[in-house]
């Protein structure tokens, strides 16, 4: 059968079909037909979430041929994560496979890039209100033969006499308004000013509340913050997984996808700032009464002409609302790490995936947001946080100017875990930054059962050490397996902010030993070797039968190795920026990232995540990159500062550090040596912590 | 038959066709379909210059139904237009006529919006280099991990260190540009900064030509002069009609079309732009070497697969071609009266066409290209030049800075004189600017047989005093009647240019007296009573043989009061401006715009078109308005001119000025009062200037 041409393509169970071009592989047309398969890896083939079934069989009744090879020959990288049962039974890899005709394909649910809980809250955090976008009114006398001036002069002219503001300019599509701005306002109008330079928007008549968001840009999540600019309140919090997420997991995995793409990187940015609008737009909509469907008198709902249910608005009694459009937002602060930083402006992220990783740019830059494709108010600017150096980017800028370790005497560890760990060392006397390959290890990615922080994700544990037998809750539900029947856990996996507790859990129950390893002493039949492959030596979390999945979630050796390269990352991170700063102790460690909310910091420093600390100094500041973002939507002034703060840390690139192998190497012990970790004493028994 | 639906319409001769919506009437159905028909009015019903012939006679080979009435009813207002014969062969006003089905329409010539022969040429003109734009080099070393910095600090701190550039700023677009380019270039690059404060555009390497287009947008006509920006030197001069002409000849007419059409404004500003990018793409193209079609041995054209023409380049011996493309252009000024200003820039103009005519906008704006729609190098600005007051506007602002009156110790006062007439009296001490509205008369339009300056139009012409006999020149021929045949004039109308000629030598033949009556003492049979209408007197200039349109072209008493009230609006302006200003004598008078280029400055002191002064200070400046925006061009100094002599020339408001309409019925006389022009004694027979 020919490659060219088109083929049609079913994928259940979501039912989506279409027609896509012969020759491209079935994880890009799942994206074509908006259907997200996971591929962590970036379609790189090692990663083998993608893996979907061929439903050959069920072919005739959609009408197409049947019987026939319809995808691209098996390969050789499919054997490492398809079982020959699997294979017998369809299964493919789906950035391996490619569409050669029309197919009919099963997403089994651990493929599924589903529905993340993202907890992303606002916190309560000082700021100062200077924003970069003020309300001015003015009133104006209407023009005569003997004083024709112009409107947009005569607009100036009283913005400097009554408000001081000199030379103002205004952009363009502001201007269009003016005319009939000012005649409906019966010469009385309000003039939102960026910088104190340009006129941005206007109103007719006196304004007083307006409104802006900040944005923080994760690799895997993105959180806006609607605020109320005049009283800084936080209206509305709302996230989102990043959109790019289809296109790889990690940010290596969007670069090496741009760089083998041809217009991948205006695909990820459109997709982004595409994803950027819904999130406007749901803040917007969060600020409108709630609907439902009209009932008739007998409750029945009401459907219109085309068949269609009736929506009506239901605001609650005594309230109001602000019924905001995208329209209404006037300013927009946006930070991400330089990868997700350079992807989203469309400039190009390979020389900052490669030594020695210069970025395109560092400063802030203000774009207009009708450039960027953002639908806000389209004369707005965004302002783009700046970046620091290598992968540490305007995202940690966020966590510096929310923070403020530059005004601290106090020495603070600042670690912010997302997909790629980010790390500032330092007080108000000289500050380091780096960033480490944690990879997604520790949000649950890469890992046999790991997954997101979604329904069925197991996220706290407990094993017993007498028996060894385990108990533990999943996400979104509330009583643990003790009080429940094995089959209402529905469990799918395990999340990141679960790994660490499991981790913890195995090795102070003794499962697991210091180096690592699965330990002699087992005490169950949980511990096994794996049935497909004997060389793997596996530990069962959750049995089938607690499972929607239908198989034991279990937790592998190479699991633990995976947990033990990115804790030893970070820890090793750590210790070389202490080396360099001359320092052997750290005042507080500040958790930034959906990472720090839900770690338990006890078992953290039982794992040696990061440097010996007291454990009360130990903090979660939350999404510190988002507040940041906030901090400099309400205060310009902090906009300065993260210029300034952004130019003077010192980036310090890890890999190039001397014995750096070494320290890697050691790091990924657990725990390390005691003495290097006082604070342990009380939180593990003497006898595991010293036991071979 | 019902007028809603689609009818099929076909223009004869050019034969577009296609469907429109029924219920439209025919001269928008022609813009629809791509067909130019002259609509001096604005579809006001007044002009008759959109007459076409409904063919229902032919319809059947075209298929359509026949014997149908497929316009709308005949009304009153045609009838002014339309003789009865002409109403019996089918002849409508396409302004009037609805299309209700399928139609077959004939456009005579005579309603033909012709290509127009334009005439303006580049003058050498005295500027400054400094330009807004300029190009800066620099070379820097590559990023290292002891330095490894991000591009743009890169190349902005050798910016600063080179060239003394400090706090450069960089559009987005071209941003994204930098990785590449800087890469490209091996680390040495060329940028063009603009305003000596933000980077529009890269090179790798070294560059040091670089280009520029000064437009200026007439009512009628619009010129572009490309440049090379650093030797100043005009590589191109290109023109073209206004697009916008067909949704009406005059300012009025646009902004009237403006009020009544929703989307009206968009329309006629985005048809703007597409003329632009025409334009800008002509001019570069003329950078390009000449093309032909490919031969074989025999001399034969060689076709492609396709049946096409093979078409290759035919380079001069010797001559190297720049082959520029629009995206080479980095900079461009534009200007235009006030309200080409607003409809091009989609700001409201109906205040400005109404007392007390406010624009909504008086100073410069520096508009991104792109967000005009213009294909130039995207992060280019284009500098719109400022308003003065009323309609006068950029266009005037630009003559001022060519001509810079504000810096002569000499009287002058300047006439720009399009479709609207601009006035500036002054000097160092004072300037004072007005508009007048001339009307398109003196550009041939509103009369019988007027026309615009193409191909047929009379320019030139002679009458003998002693038999009334006419001899005359048309556009496109070099003989005089006197030395042709008859059917080699091809005659259609009088062009502007020629309309002053025709009524000087009227006046001087003593076919018509000072009063503007043909006067009593007629001596050939061309003066007349027209056959259709007896209370209309005529005189014939030529006669049906000798043109095109196979009937006799003429100048009714109509016509001359036409004319005379434009030279009566202008000459009331000069001379209004002279009592504000306190003078009764200027020192020069320089006439602008492309009628200044073309009249017989003799011949203008005749007819009384402006004040008296010595023949030889009367002068022509040719496209002063291009000149201006040329000179924006290349020193940015004369932007800053440019805002400050827009504020600070005061504008008069004729129509308000005491005794105006007494002034104006005494100057529609020809000529004035002989002591009011001491030097026209020597221009016109003292008998006949004395004459009753």
């Known amino acids: 059968m020919s490659e060219t041409g088109k083929a049609k ?28 398969i996971e591929t962590l890896c970036g379609e790189k083939k090692v990663c083998g979430k993608c893996k979907v079934r061929v439903e050959e069989g069920s072919f005739e009744k959609y009408g197409v041929v049947s019987g026939q090879d319809h995808v691209s020959p098996w390969q050789k990288e499919e054997e490492k994560f398809i079982s020959p049962e699997q294979r017998a039974s369809g299964y493919r890899l789906g950035c391996v496979a490619q569409v050669t005709g029309d197919l009919l394909l099963f997403v089994p649910e651990e493929s599924r890039a589903g529905k993340q809980v993202v907890s992303k809250a ?84 006196k304004v007083e509340d307006y409104y802006g968001i900040g944005i923080d840009v ?30 790889g997991e990690d940010v290596m995995a969007r670069i090496t996808f741009h760089m083998q793409n041809p217009g991948g990187l205006e695909r990820m940015s459109n997709d982004l700032w595409e994803g950027l609008n819904d999130l406007v737009k749901k803040a917007c909509e969060a600020t409108h009464p709630p609907t439902r469907k009209q009932k008739d008198e007998n409750g029945k709902s009401i459907k219109d002409e085309d068949g269609e249910f009736v929506i009506v608005e ?14 209404d937002i006037v300013d927009v602060t946006l930070g991400g790490n330089t990868a997700m930083h350079h992807i989203m402006l469309k400039l190009d992220p390979q020389y900052v995936g490669l030594a020695p990783f210069p970025p395109v740019v560092h400063r802030s830059l ?21 970046n620091e150096a290598g992968f540490v980017g305007a995202d940690n800028v966020c966590v510096l100017i929310s923070e403020k370790p530059y005004r601290s005497e106090e020495l603070q560890l600042i670690i912010d875990i997302g997909t790629n760990g980010e790390l500032v060392l330092g007080n108000k006397d000289k500050l380091i930054s780096s960033s480490c390959a944690t990879g997604p290890a520790l949000e649950g990615a890469q890992l046999a059962f790991g997954m997101r922080a979604a329904p069925g994700a197991i996220e706290r544990i407990k094993i017993d050490p007498e028996t060894h037998d385990v108990d533990y809750k999943v996400i979104g539900r509330e009583a643990w397996l003790k009080y429940s029947k094995p089959e209402e856990m529905k469990t799918k996996g395990i999340c990141g902010s679960g790994i660490l507790d499991v981790l913890a859990e195995l090795y102070r129950s003794g499962v697991v030993a210091k180096s ?33 999945i239908g198989k034991d979630v279990v937790i592998t050796q190479k699991d633990i190795r995976q947990i033990q390269l990115a804790k030893g990352a970070l820890y090793t991170g750590c210790k070389l920026m202490m080396r360099r700063m001359g320092v052997d102790k750290v005042d507080s460690i500040k ?43 309400l205060d310009r002034k902090m906009r300065a500062d993260a210029n300034w703060v952004a130019r003077n840390v010192e980036y310090i690139e890890l890999t190039v550090e001397e014995d750096f192998e070494k320290q890697f190497m050691e790091s990924m012990q657990i725990p390390h040596m005691t003495d290097e970790f006082p604070h342990l004493k009380g939180l593990v028994a003497d006898e595991i912590l010293h036991q071979k």
């Open 9 to 36: 393509v079913i994928f259940q169970p979501s039912g989506r079909r279409g027609e896509v071009d012969k020759g491209i592989n079935i994880v890009e047309a799942s994206r074509q037909l908006g259907v997200d």
């Open 122 to 205: 606002a916190r309560d955090i000082e700021i100062e209100w200077d924003p970069a976008v003020k309300l001015y009114t003015v009133t104006v006398t209407p023009p005569t033969f003997e004083d024709p001036l112009g409107d947009f002069e005569r607009m100036t002219q009283a913005l400097e006499k009554d408000h001081g503001l000199k030379n103002l300019s205004i952009d363009w599509y502001t201007l269009r308004k003016l005319p009939g701005t000012i005649r409906e306002g019966e010469w009385t109008l309000t003039a939102a000013v960026w910088d104190e330079k340009e006129i941005i928007k206007l109103w007719p008549g």
């Open 218 to 247: 994760g690799t895997t999540t993105i959180a806006a913050y609607l605020c109320n600019m005049r009283t800084m309140q936080v209206l509305e919090t709302v996230s989102m997984m990043n959109p790019q997420c289809k296109y």
């Open 314 to 327: 239901s605001p609650e009694e005594g309230k109001t609302y602000l019924r905001l459009e995208p329209s």
């Open 366 to 386: 203000d774009i207009r947001a009708r450039d960027l494709g953002l639908n806000i108010n389209p004369s707005s600017n965004v302002f783009i946080m700046p």
């Open 516 to 548: 690592g390893r699965f330990s002699k002493d087992q005490k169950s039949n949980r511990f096994r070797k794996n049935p497909d492959n004997p060389r793997q030596k596996e530990f069962v979390i959750a049995w089938a039968d607690e499972t929607s």
């Open 591 to 633: 958790i930034a990232g959906a990472f720090g909310t839900h770690v338990n910091r006890e078992k953290a420093l039982i794992m040696g995540l990061f440097p010996d600390c007291e454990v009360e100094k130990v903090l979660s500041v939350g999404n510190a990159a988002g507040d940041g973002a906030r901090v400099a939507l």
